[in-house]
Structure formats: C-alpha cells, structure tokens
C-alpha cells in the first residue's frame, strides 16, 4: 500500500499522480548530476501527490540503486532522463530498458525472468496494478509515456501480492509545460523511427492541463520484418513481418484541494508471423497435397488487450487518504495455424484462441498513527471469465506414433470457466529509531480458478542506517503464487490418443498455487560522492514451483509445477556521475533449480520425468551469471551513449542439463535536439543495436518448454526523428 499526499495546487497546474519522498535530508545536492542519471529518490513505499515531485531525501536515496528506507526492499530506477540516455532513447521497448537493471535475464520473445523466476511480474500505473494480459511476445506498454520506471524486488512488504518476482511501477508523464515551467493546455511530441529490417514507426503524445483538468495520451504504430527473434542464423528472417499498434491515455479531474478523479485506458494489438526454418523434412503424409516446403509455411499470431481504470483519490484527513480503483481488463490470443504445413511437419494444425476477461477493484489507504507507526492496509478482488477454443486437425496413428492414414481429421477440445482472486493486506512502518525501521505485516490471498486455495502470508523488514552513507537491510517474506488462468492448459489427453498429435504421459491439469518463503539481505553504501555501491543476496525455499513453457508450435505458454524448488543468488550494483559523464554496472549470480513435476506431466517424455523425479533440475531460464553496464556523455549538446548485456547462457539440452554458450551485446547511440529558425526544435537520434555483429542463439530449441531456435538480431541501424510542440 502507498501513502497519498493530496495538496491545494493552483489552478491549471493539475498533473499526473507524482511521488513524494519525506525522509530526513542530510545530502549534498546532486541536481548538477547530468541528464544521462539524474538523481531522484527511489522509495518502493512512494506517497501520491497531485503536484510536482518533492524531494526531501537522503544522499543515498537519491541514487539509481537503493534500498528503500520504508520498506526494505531494493529498488532500481529509471527516470525520465535515464530512459532517455539510453541507446534507443524513448523508442527503447520496456523489456530492454528493464535489461538494465541487476537480476534480469533475457529471453526469447521478450520474455523477461527476474531473480531465477519464470515471470511472476506485477506492473502498476500511478500505483495501480495493471491486470495482467495473456503473455505472448508482443509488448503491451510503450516506454514512451513513462516518466519514471523502478523495479521493486526482495522481499516486499504485505501491500505486493500475487506476482512477486519484481514490481514494475510505472510513473506517468504529466501536463506539459512553457518554457516558465507553468502548465499549458496543449503540447506534446511526434516523431518516426525507421531503420533496419524495413522498420517503420510512427508514434506521438499529446499533454496538457486547464482548469482542474489534465491529461495525456499517446500512441504508436509500428511494422518490420523481424517481428520474433530468427529461428535461423540468418541476417534476415523468413516470413517474419509484424504489425503492432499501441495507444494509452490518462485524464485527470481534481474535484478539489483533497479529491482526484482520473482514468486510465491502454490497448495494444499486435500482428505477427511465424518465421519459418528452411530444410526441414515434413514428418508425416496428407493425401491428395503436396507438403509445402518449410520455408514456405503461413502461420500467424495475433495478441490483443484493452484495459479501463477508473480512479478516486482522498485525503479525508492530515493522517488519513486512501485511492479505490475500478478496472476492467479484456484480452486474447489467436494462432493461425498453416492447416498443411503445420499437420505434416508437427502431426497437428490447431488453431487455438486463448480469452479472458477480468474486472475487479483495488482499495488501498494509509493512515499516520503517530510519528513511529504508519499503518497501511487495503484490498484486491477480481473476477474473471476465460476459455480456450482449440479445433486441431490431426491423423490417426497407433500406439507408437507412427501414422496409419493420411486422411486428417478434426478434434475440437474448447474448455471455459470463470474464477475469483482475492486479496487484503495490513501493515505496519515502525520507526523504531532513528536508525531502525521495521515493516512487518501480513497479507490473507485466495484464489478459485481450476483449484480453490488460500494462504495467510507474514512479512518482515529490517532497514538499519549503519551511518549516513550505509544502509543496511534484512527481510523476510512468505509468498503466495496462484497460476495465471490463461496459461493453465486443460489439454483433454485422452481426446488425441491413436492421433499423431498424441502426448506422451496422462496428467494433472489442475495447476496448483505457488508456495515460497523468501530470505533478502542486502547493503547500500556510497563510496564517494559520485560513486554508489549496492550488494544483495537472496534465498527463496519453494514448493509446488511453478514454470512456463511452450509446448507445441503455436507460441503460446502453458504452466505446470514442480514439487519442489530452490532459488538463490548475489546481486552487486554500482552507479556513478561526475558532471557530465555517468556510467553503471550491474552483476548477478544465480541459480534456479527444482525437482519433481506434479502437473502437467504430459507435455514431457517418460524418461524426462523419471529423470526430474529423482535429480534436481535446472529450471530452463536458469543463467548463471546476467550482467549489463552502461555510459553516457553530454558533449557540446551531444548525447552520446552505449549499453551492453552479458550472459552466460541459458539452459538446453535433456532435462536442461546443459547451457548454450555466453554472449555480449553492445548498443550505441548519438541523439541531439537541434533549434532552427524555420521549424523550431527537432530531435535526431542514430542507434546501432549490436554493434559488433554477434550472432548468438537465446533459445536452441531444447529444453524443457522450448520451442524452436532463437537468434539475437544480428547489427541493426536505426534513426529516430522527432518533434516537440
């Protein structure tokens, strides 16, 4: 839960919700620091305001890794000139501005895993928790409305439930603003971005304010040819091209000095082909066709979701204020598959749609005891309805596999259901001292979608001030995990025996909730001035693990669980500025392992699951070590910028025994805003992602889950053009 700060503010100056840090000042001032890392502070317990930012922080939490002294948990930021620092600037996808910060690992699809879990992301707007889609790989939030981006992991306190790997909490961009700093009614950005794999994009925003009333909308709309990562070594991909539309908006209405009312809206629609491998050899035989070659296939996925959240703000009181939030969330999957390419080379063409629709309300409020205790406590529930449709053409087979026919026939195996999840928490911020503050609380979650259960989760944290320029951190915290109800595969077994899409074991369908107990450590020091240091371990004893994977040819995930997992790693950070120069460096060591498969045993062979039933297993988005660093220059007006990500490899082979080779990546950019007399302002910015051609695999396509290869993009070219007004 947050705390709300609500202030009289003149009028037109309504804004976007922005945060308001109030600890104790003692720093020296780093305003000077360049556009690259500007400072600001990083509190994952971020208190609402209606006005402009307010920073009355220590040195130390003003640095782009902390812990945060209300609740323990680290914290690492992205503001808005950090984003803009990047190689990609605003144009960087929200899951490559996330690579750069300790503990995530890159995947194919864009999937992002976070301290050793498969997912498990929460992402907020303004503190609102934004229902989670039907995970693809298409992106649904554009960076480019995000004023300010952190990434809350360790253990959280009882306010972060459900998804809890990493909290990413998204701060919008507010009203725009003369060149006075005093808001206007009309202002905003356009621009295009064109480059390598016949990239083109359009995208803009629009912001203003007038009278009580604020707002800011934005979109894009982009096409290429390199929709999902190549499944070839190739430079180019096969069939590969991609049309993706994004739009989000917020209006904002203060009712008076105390109220807010505001509504937030997002849709993303994404198009995309299924590259394709050439030489490939069909598996099986239709009568009467001829089996296009493998290079020549028409398979397709398309990815939609719309979400609606209706907000009110209060401050009742000078102790007291509270937000509720209506929100509504609607969202699908459709693969297309090739009905003869698909049948002879995999035994099955299934065109699947994967729905859900969810609503629900979040409640969260706060209120000031006394100058020691801070009590927090708030609510989520949510109801959903969601379904699968699969109609899939397949050929009869006997019991070893071999087809005995080549005339296909349909089975249409649909399911739907509906489920409620819910979610309360209480807890409690103690100054115990100057020096100590503990959180501790506990949080009551139920969830019955295919399983009911329930858990009561405690939580504790520890945040000591060792001296001005230390801070310690011990957290404890008991989680609770129900399966997102879309990826939960209801496959009927029975229904495709004798087929040659028959699978290999019965199962347990009913994917159950994970279950874990969570250890943090952790210390913040700055070295010097302009040099911060940050080391973090964690620990996390699991059962009932859950996993995702992609089973079958339709890029859709399915869960399942693990008896038993453990998960543990090292995460070092340190960040530096010095006038106009700034740089970071981010380093992770982990490991992500488990044993015994409960559920979904049919998506694996006998002697996978014999093997995993007596042997802990690497989970297959287990990397050993993930690193990524970054600069930035202000020369003469001139941005110049690189990034690079390390990794050691994930997993491959049987029952991820193995780990495909290391990598590096470099990307580099120049941006510059230049002032002309005939159209005014405009930005230029060249990008080279990959900048020394590195031809890497993410994805082999072994494993367990794994579907086909996964190249890295090899070296791209890119030139964003934009305009302000």
Known sequence: MSSFKLRAIAAGAASALAVSVHAQSSAPDTSSSPPAQSAQPAPSGDTKALNAVVVTAKRLDTVRNALSPDTGSSVYRFDSDDIKALPQGENTPLNQVLLQAPGVVQDSFGQLHVRGDHANLQYRINGVIIPEPISGFGQMLDTRFADEIKLITGALPAQYGFRTAGIIDIRTKGAATDEEGEPKAFGGEIGTVFGSHADHEANGYVQGAKGPWSYFLSGSFTENNLGIENPASGRNAIHDHTDQGK???????????????????????????????????????????????????????????????????????????????????????????????????????????????????????????????????????????????NTSSVLPADANGNQTSGVPFSIVDNTSNTGTTLGFYLQDEWKATDKLTVNYGARYDHVNTVVSEQQLSPRLGLTYELSNVTRLHAGYARYFTPPATEKIDTTSVTSFAGTTNALPSNANTAVRSERSDYFDLGVSHQATRNLTLGLDAYYRKVRHLQDEGQFGNALIFSSFNYDQGRIYGLEGTANYRQGSFAAYANVGVSRALAKGVETGQFHFGADELAYIASNWVHLDHDQTVAASVGTSYLWRGTLLSADALFGSGLRNGFANTQHLPAYFQVNVGVGRTFDTPVIGKFKVRLTVINLFDRNYQLRDGTGIGVGAPQYAPRRSFYVALSKPF
């Open 247 to 389: 739009a989000f908006g917020m209006l904002s209405y203060l009712i008076n000095a105390d109220s807010r009312l505001s509504f937030m809206f997002g849709s993303a629609d994404n198009r995309f082909q299924i590259p394709n491998r050439p030489g490939l050899t069909p598996s099986f035989t239709i009568d009467g066709v001829a089996t296009p070659a493998s290079d020549a296939l028409n398979a397709s996925q398309r990815e939609k979701t719309d979400f609606q959240i209706l907000s009110f703000q209060n401050k009742v009181s000078a102790a007291f204020d509270y937000q509720v939030s209506l929100f509504h969330r609607t969202s699908r999957v459709d693969y297309m598959p090739d009905p003869i390419g698909d049948l002879a080379y995999n035994g099955v063409a299934a065109r699947i749609t994967r729905r859900n629709e969810a609503y629900g309300v979040q409640a969260d409020g706060s209120y000031i005891l006394n100058a020691s205790h801070t009590l927090r406590s708030g609510l989520f529930m949510q109801r959903e309805r969601y379904g699968v449709d």
